[in-house]
């Protein structure tokens, strides 16, 4: 069985999902202001990956991310850069868009904008006014009242004499207490008409803690399963959506009063052991990042840490999550696994739609006789089979990648060890999982922009292999040497020479 460590009990708990086999998932998205920097990325890649776990266990998810699209910062640099909100964020969400699809992470089910949903906003003060738990302060701004929820502080775990308002409450002397927070922010003379709306209150815009609150209760139902984003959100963002979604049910008679049954939080991004900040100077972009590596490597380096663990970027780690991915990927190069075609970016034809006792979740996946089997592109991964159980009960632990992924390299020993076609199937399968391993190995293994190209290469292993003819070993050995310097690894086999990129 699935077990999930709950922030809320602060202890791993037996998945137990509110509808029998479905799951409904709300994971806190991005600001979008500018581009998305590798904190970003590990909420894309960790819920991406728990995304495709739960499918592959069986589930039918309903997978929600959100779009901050209004927000201070976005005002600021909207401002700052003379031109339009909605020019500024929709320039940024295409960038996001792209950046998430270089790093193979799957669409969510739904993306709501912020923007779109403030109509549901307003509702959900409303009846927090109506239940006492809001107020209309002076300055016009619609406030929570912290200490009047009792059950404020339960995710953090903190009491209310040791809480403090966090980064983004904004603590302001017209707040009946320095813990309140505000839902409801009066429209300023200075700001652009596009983010002033009309309501009860006058003119203005919703806070940031109520957009999270009103989109999951929306669209997933005031009452869900999974609720996850990075550990800096868990307070005060989580607890206060945890204040306004619960305050708001308050009135319902026979309302359980649950929010969200678990909450899933990642661990921070660290540079060299400190906290990856724009303060500190060490702050990287997606698109730094990926200017010299491979974004199959990222997603790999981000997977081979457990998803609750800091995780460490530096570039001798990238350089090692490169190297090791190569790894799997050559245990792949000489072997094409039946039913998997090693090459485009599908994974294998759709399944047979007419299958016996099957259950259709994707193009490619689909769920044979009950939860033993998964067929993944064409093959069917048999999770009683010893390398894939392992496997499953890796991630059946808390989603612990670090386990499932030393499973892969078992399986590539195993690989290289008999050539079998069917456990280069199986690894290639699992990998699939992680959404890892899916491209043609030979092409991954020769990737890289800059220095020779394929043509010139071919070249030089062809006047080598003249020279080794020749039995002129100290010019072939020399071409060797001449390429190695350049990034290109020659491989000698039996079939012949192949090469890759260092």
């Known amino acids: 069985m699935l077990k999930i460590y709950n922030t809320l009990a602060r202890d791993k708990q037996d998945f137990k999902p509110i509808t029998l086999n479905s799951v409904r998932m709300y994971v806190c998205g991005m600001t979008v202001y500018d581009y998305c920097h590798l904190g970003h990325a590990r909420v894309m890649v960790v819920f991406d990956m728990v995304y495709r776990w739960l499918k592959a266990s069986g589930y039918d998810v309903t997978y929600v991310r959100n779009i901050t699209d209004i927000d201070?910062?976005?005002?600021?640099?909207?401002?700052?850069?003379?031109?339009?909100?909605?020019?500024?964020?929709?320039?940024?969400?295409?960038?996001?868009?792209?950046?998430?699809?270089?790093?193979?992470?799957?669409?969510?089910?739904?993306?709501?904008?912020?923007?779109?949903?403030v109509a549901e906003m307003l509702e959900m003060?409303?009846?927090?006014?109506?239940?006492?738990?809001?107020?209309?302060?002076?300055?016009?701004?619609?406030?929570?009242?912290?200490?009047?929820?009792?059950?404020?502080?339960?995710?953090?775990?903190?009491?209310?004499?040791?809480?403090?308002?966090?980064?983004?409450?904004?603590?302001?002397?017209?707040?009946?207490?320095?813990?309140?927070?505000?839902?409801?922010?009066?429209?300023?003379?200075?700001?652009?008409?596009?983010?002033?709306?009309?309501?009860?209150?006058?003119?203005?815009?919703?806070?940031?803690?109520?957009?999270?609150?009103?989109?999951?209760?929306?669209?997933?139902?005031?009452?869900?399963?999974?609720?996850?984003?990075?550990a800096d959100l868990q307070f005060p963002h989580h607890e206060?959506?945890?204040?306004?979604?619960?305050?708001?049910?308050?009135?319902?008679?026979?309302?359980?009063?649950?929010?969200?049954?678990?909450?899933?939080?990642n661990g921070f991004v660290r540079v060299d052991e400190e906290k990856m900040s724009k303060s500190l100077g060490n702050f990287f972009t997606i698109r730094e990042v990926l200017k010299k590596y491979d974004a199959e490597v990222v997603r790999f380096f981000i997977l081979r840490a457990h998803y609750r663990s800091p995780l460490n970027y530096s570039d001798v780690h990238l350089d090692d999550a490169k190297k090791a991915l190569e790894r799997l990927y050559t245990a792949l190069k000489s072997i094409t696994p039946p039913g998997l075609p090693l090459s485009g970016e599908e994974t294998g034809s759709p399944p047979d739609e007419t299958t016996s006792h099957s259950t259709k979740t994707s193009k490619n996946d689909v769920q044979v006789a009950g939860y033993d089997k998964w067929r993944l592109g064409g093959v069917v991964v048999d999770w009683n089979e010893p390398y894939a159980q392992r496997f499953k009960t890796a991630m059946d632990d808390d989603f612990n990648t670090p386990e499932a992924v030393a499973v892969l390299f078992d399986l590539a020993n195993e690989v290289n060890r008999t050539q079998s076609a069917q456990a280069a199937a199986q690894l290639k399968a699992l990998g699939a999982v992680l959404g890892l391993l899916q491209r043609d190995p030979q092409a991954f293994l020769q990737r890289g922009a800059g220095g020779l190209d394929d043509a010139a290469i071919g070249a030089q292993i062809e006047a080598r292999l003249a020279a080794k003819k020749a039995r002129n070993f100290a010019e072939a050995d020399r071409i060797r040497k001449e390429l190695l310097e350049a990034g290109i690894v020659l491989e000698d086999t039996p079939q012949g020479t192949s090469w890759r990129r260092a």
């Open 72 to 117: 201070d910062k976005i005002i600021k640099r909207a401002a700052e850069n003379k031109e339009s909100i909605h020019a500024l964020t929709a320039r940024f969400i295409a960038a996001m868009h792209e950046d998430a699809d270089a790093l193979g992470v799957q669409h969510p089910d739904h993306e709501p904008r912020a923007t779109q949903y």
């Open 125 to 230: 003060i409303a009846q927090l006014e109506k239940n006492g738990l809001a107020y209309r302060a002076a300055d016009g701004d619609v406030n929570y009242a912290v200490r009047k929820f009792a059950g404020y502080g339960k995710l953090s775990g903190k009491s209310l004499e040791d809480l403090r308002a966090g980064e983004r409450v904004d603590i302001a002397g017209n707040k009946n207490d320095p813990l309140d927070f505000v839902l409801w922010k009066h429209a300023k003379e200075q700001e652009a008409d596009e983010v002033k709306w009309d309501s009860p209150w006058g003119k203005g815009r919703p806070g940031w803690h109520i957009e999270c609150s009103a989109m999951g209760s929306e669209i997933l139902g005031k009452h869900f399963d999974i609720h996850g984003g990075g």
């Open 240 to 265: 206060n959506e945890i204040a306004q979604s619960e305050g708001a049910q308050l009135h319902e008679k026979g309302s359980r009063g649950q929010y969200v049954n678990y909450w899933m939080h």
